[in-house]
């Protein structure tokens, strides 16, 4: 695990997009509305390579530079930190190339497959579902003793979910034994990609879960969203501000993009009353 203190003042826009690994039209449409957010900050909620992820010879690897580092060349010239989750498809070839990209990219934040960051009250928790599940586990739990008073908002970072109406539903196996330990009625929210769409599923034992893996493919939503969803490309900005006496709060939308009716605002919802880390 690593730990990376993010830099920012009292009011944070953090944008969060998922499952972006194409080189389609719409990837380049998604990523250049990205870059027109004005985010302090953009996550990206896993499979950020599709199909098989990149290789250790990543430099000269296709589908890092077309997948990659070119739709995402003018966020990451202007210095917005870019910070990774794995998903699935990031597994398959080479995992710790990413290690490596972080290095030689200053705007791209991947010190370590799972990490901890602290802002202020806040504090943010990325997990990686497909390595070391035991190892991440006692990591986390060690990092409580020290931070949980100091933990007023809590916000996780994953690339399955606790809850979707989507295709893949929550997360199973594995990658649900992480959840349920560390996320599940512990912290305020979840934000995962995996399933293609946007969805507001409301809260599951007081964690709040939003999905975002409308970054470059969309898919139907079989299943009923606990609150809202939509098949549309887009992301979702969580919007923080930070007070002296009393718990931060935060606002999100969930923005659509395409070319002909432009960035619409689709949903909107706020994480009242933090419980911090439980």
């Given at each position: 695990g690593g730990i990376e203190y993010s830099q920012g003042g009292d009011n944070l826009k953090i944008c969060s997009v998922g499952d972006t690994g194409t080189s389609s039209k719409e990837k380049f449409m998604v990523a250049e509305y990205l870059e027109g957010e004005n985010c302090d900050q953009v996550r990206i909620l896993g499979d950020i390579v599709y199909e098989n992820g990149i290789s250790k010879k990543w430099k000269k690897d296709n589908n890092f530079i077309d997948k990659f580092l070119r739709p995402n060349q003018g966020l990451i010239d202007s210095g917005v930190p870019i910070f990774l989750v794995l998903g699935n498809h990031d597994v398959r070839k080479s995992s710790k190339a990413w290690l490596e990209v972080a290095k030689e990219y200053e705007a791209v934040k991947f010190p370590s497959f799972f990490y901890f960051e602290k802002m202020g009250d806040l504090c943010f928790?990325?997990?990686?579902?497909?390595?070391?599940?035991?190892?991440?586990?006692?990591?986390?739990?060690?990092?409580?003793?020290?931070?949980?008073?100091?933990?007023?908002?809590?916000?996780?970072?994953?690339?399955?979910?606790?809850?979707?109406?989507?295709?893949?539903?929550?997360?199973?196996?594995?990658?649900?034994?992480?959840?349920?330990?560390?996320?599940?009625?512990?912290?305020?929210?979840?934000?995962?990609?995996?399933?293609?769409?946007?969805?507001?599923?409301?809260?599951?034992?007081?964690?709040?879960?939003?999905?975002?893996?409308?970054?470059?493919?969309?898919?139907?939503?079989?299943?009923?969203?606990?609150?809202?969803?939509?098949?549309?490309?887009?992301?979702?900005?969580l919007n923080i501000q930070q007070f002296k006496n009393s718990s931060p709060s935060l606002e999100f939308d969930f923005v659509g993009v395409d070319k002909k009716r432009g960035r619409r605002i689709l949903h909107s919802g706020v994480i009242s009353n933090p419980q911090g880390w439980r």
């Open positions: 928790f990325t997990f990686d579902q497909y390595h070391g599940i035991s190892e991440q586990i006692n990591w986390f739990s060690a990092k409580k003793l020290t931070y949980q008073p100091l933990c007023k908002m809590t916000l996780a970072f994953a690339h399955e979910a606790i809850k979707s109406s989507g295709k893949h539903g929550r997360a199973d196996k594995e990658e649900w034994v992480l959840l349920e330990e560390l996320v599940l009625g512990k912290m305020d929210l979840l934000a995962s990609g995996h399933d293609h769409q946007l969805s507001d599923e409301g809260k599951i034992q007081g964690t709040h879960q939003l999905i975002s893996g409308a970054g470059a493919k969309l898919r139907s939503i079989p299943g009923k969203p606990g609150v809202w969803g939509a098949k549309e490309y887009g992301y979702v900005v």
